[in-house]
């Protein structure tokens, strides 16, 4: 899906393309299209546009003298989960161009397309952005960021880091690569309480000593996530391509594939959300932290125990997975703790094994969203289902 950075490509693609074209004649709307005709007609028209978040507007402004009179009309595009633009001859145009611009005669006629082969895109000819969508993420940073801490009470904030980084209320512009990118670089758990990571961010001043050069130095080394929130845009905007390059085809994608550092990388995992959404991430080590005398359900006790009454000494920071626990052919409920550590720790004592033994723990199968079983030494640990409610 399109998140702000090709938004941001797609409306630099547009004013570089359209710079100097004169457009003219009507709109042309695909008959299967169920978007809303764009009621403008002009003799000769000029097309420019802009991005913020997740739309991106397009300007149509008739030049002096064309014919009949009108005014500018703006449209707002969102492009769904396959939508772009592209500029092709009027004669071949491209499958799936679902609104079309015509340059005038008597020229070579060309079209900017709106193109959408999965049909989820949508235009709207009020031209006025979305209502309710926060500060754009790439364009927006400070207000953005202000818009965020001042509204942690908000319950969105109660929900998992990696669901609330997709609400477009406060995160406008950052989607499901975006997010595992971020939350990658920071090594926080996906589903970590979205709260309790951003209020600490409240709190984060720079000593007013510094210079603001220093500072500058100080936010780029150890940026927070809200800063990730604006930078890692910034990297896919200035690698550009994604369709919008001078390469064709799968070439014009090679350095952001290149980019990736987590979203759909080999050797990651991922798990669905509870609106269907894949996360992608890394288990940086795993804590097992034993046999409980009941399994954990959401919202259970505070505190897991083992069967011998000993706390569980183990990470606040992590995701819980219920697990079965099998030994010969006795089965009982335990859970893994994922910790963003590259050590794994003894499930009895809670002390770090180091990297020396880490064929102590030994993943069987393909680890993809945790559901190949986990050897540590003579158990076997198997995962049942996740919590992801």
Same mark, same amino acid.
Not at 77 to 95: C, E, I, K
Not at 107 to 114: E, N, S, T, V
């Given at each position: 899906m399109p998140e702000g950075p090709e938004l941001h490509l797609a409306s630099l693609f547009v004013n570089e393309t359209c710079r100097g074209l004169v457009f003219g004649g009507c709109v042309e709307k695909s008959s299967v299209s169920r978007n809303p005709e764009v009621p403008f007609e002009s003799?000769?028209?000029?097309?420019?546009?802009?991005?913020?978040?997740?739309?991106?507007?397009?300007? *149509? $402004? %008739?030049?002096?003298?064309?014919? &009949? &009179?009108?005014e500018p009309l703006a449209l707002v595009?969102?492009?769904?989960?396959?939508?772009?633009?592209?500029?092709?001859?009027?004669?071949?145009?491209?499958?799936h161009a679902h609104l079309r611009f015509?340059?005038? %005669?008597?020229? &070579?006629?060309?079209? *900017? @397309?709106? =193109?959408?082969?999965?049909?989820?895109?949508h235009w709207d000819p009020g /031209?006025?952005?979305? &209502?309710?969508?926060? %500060? @754009? =993420?790439?364009?927006?940073?400070e207000q953005f960021r202000e818009n965020v801490l001042r509204n942690l009470s908000d319950k969105a904030f109660d929900r998992p880091i990696c669901e609330a980084l997709l609400d477009q209320r406060f995160f406008n512009g950052i989607g499901n690569y975006l997010r595992a990118e971020i939350l990658y670089r920071l090594k926080i758990p996906p589903f970590e309480k979205a709260r309790a990571v951003l209020e600490a961010l409240q709190q984060h001043r720079l000593s007013p000593e510094l210079t603001l050069s220093q500072k500058i130095r100080a936010k780029l080394q150890n940026p927070d996530l809200l800063e990730l929130c604006h930078l890692v845009p910034k990297e896919v905007v200035q690698l550009g391509g994604k369709g919008y390059g001078p390469e064709h085809g799968e070439e014009d994608f090679a350095a952001f594939r290149a980019w990736l550092r987590c979203y759909g990388v080999p050797g990651m995992s991922s798990?669905?959300?509870?609106?269907?959404?894949?996360?992608?991430?890394? =288990?940086w080590a795993l804590l097992l932290i034993g046999q409980l005398e009941t399994p954990r359900e959401a919202g259970g006790v505070d505190t897991p125990r083992t069967t011998a009454g000993q706390e569980l000494r183990s990470s606040p920071v992590g995701i819980l997975v219920p697990v079965e626990v099998c030994q010969g052919s006795r089965c009982s409920g335990g859970l893994v703790r994922l910790i963003p550590s590259f050590e794994p720790q003894?499930?009895?004592? /809670?002390?770090?094994?180091?990297?020396?033994?880490?064929?102590? =723990? $030994?993943a069987v199968g393909e680890v993809r969203g945790f559901l190949a079983p986990l050897i540590w030494k003579d158990t076997v640990w198997s995962p049942r289902k996740t919590l992801l409610t």
């Open positions: 003799s000769a028209y000029h097309i420019s546009a802009c991005a913020r978040g997740k739309e991106l507007r397009l300007t *149509l $402004t %008739p030049a002096p003298g064309a014919q &009949p &009179p009108q595009f969102r492009f769904g989960m396959s939508g772009s633009f592209q500029l092709a001859p009027a004669h071949a145009l491209p499958p015509y340059t005038a %005669p008597p020229a &070579p006629r060309l079209a *900017l @397309c709106f =193109v959408d082969i999965r049909r989820f895109g /031209g006025e952005w979305q &209502p309710g969508r926060g %500060p @754009c =993420v790439l364009l927006e940073y798990l669905r959300d509870r609106h269907g959404r894949t996360i992608w991430f890394q =288990v003894d499930p009895s004592t /809670g002390t770090a094994l180091g990297q020396h033994n880490l064929a102590d =723990v $030994t």
